[in-house]
């Protein structure tokens, strides 16, 4: 689930390359919502943190920063018990009344709220590619518990 087209086909080329897999693509938080109604059996959730609520013209003024916590609490509302991996670019994630200072704080709160789905956070920097190897490894665990 990723809103930025260029960090979404990067992220697809990893897991062409690391699970000769066809990844489904969502585009925002609404779009988010009737995919994980569908209930199609994926085997793994890339989540972008800050997703646009809206498509389209209304995109650019209405993203959320921690709109991934949305599509985790609705994941264990449905009692979808999918792994999730966050790929996020941001390093501060504020929204309301709640924020965190840096990735290893929402990692922890992530981790505390959502044990058996949530598997880690992949810091982003599409300038090189150190993330795709972390990335990489971080699936490769996750597949390597089932």
Same mark, same amino acid.
């Given at each position: 689930?990723?809103?930025?087209?260029?960090?979404?086909? #990067?992220?697809?080329? !990893?897991? =062409?390359?690391?699970? #000769? &897999?066809?990844?489904?693509? !969502?585009?925002?938080?609404?779009? &988010?919502?009737?995919?994980? &109604?569908?209930? /199609?059996?994926w085997?793994?959730?890339?989540?972008?943190?800050? =997703?646009?609520?809206? @498509?389209g013209? =209304?995109?650019?003024?209405s993203? @959320?920063s921690?709109?991934?916590?949305?599509?985790?609490? +609705?994941?264990?509302?449905?009692?979808?018990?999918?792994?999730?991996? /966050?790929?996020?670019?941001?390093? !501060?994630?504020?929204?309301?009344?709640?924020?965190?200072?840096?990735?290893?704080?929402?990692?922890? +709160?992530?981790?505390?709220a959502?044990?058996?789905?949530?598997?880690?956070? /992949?810091?982003?920097? =599409?300038?090189?590619?150190?993330?795709?190897?972390?990335?990489?490894r971080?699936?490769k665990?996750?597949? +390597?518990?089932f």
């Amino acid at each position: 689930m990723e809103d930025n087209e260029d960090k979404a086909t #990067q992220i697809k080329e !990893v897991c =062409l390359d690391l699970l #000769q &897999a066809r990844p489904d693509h !969502v585009r925002g938080l609404r779009g &988010a919502y009737p995919a994980l &109604a569908s209930r /199609v059996p994926w085997d793994l959730i890339i989540l972008d943190m800050t =997703l646009h609520a809206a @498509e389209g013209q =209304l995109s650019a003024i209405s993203k @959320e920063s921690l709109a991934g916590i949305e599509i985790l609490q +609705a994941l264990n509302a449905g009692g979808l018990a999918i792994p999730v991996l /966050v790929a996020t670019q941001h390093d !501060v994630f504020r929204q309301e009344n709640i924020s965190f200072k840096d990735i290893p704080s929402l990692d922890e +709160a992530l981790s505390d709220a959502f044990p058996g789905i949530y598997f880690g956070i /992949v810091r982003v920097r =599409l300038g090189d590619d150190e993330w795709k190897l972390d990335m990489r490894r971080k699936i490769k665990n996750i597949f +390597a518990g089932f």
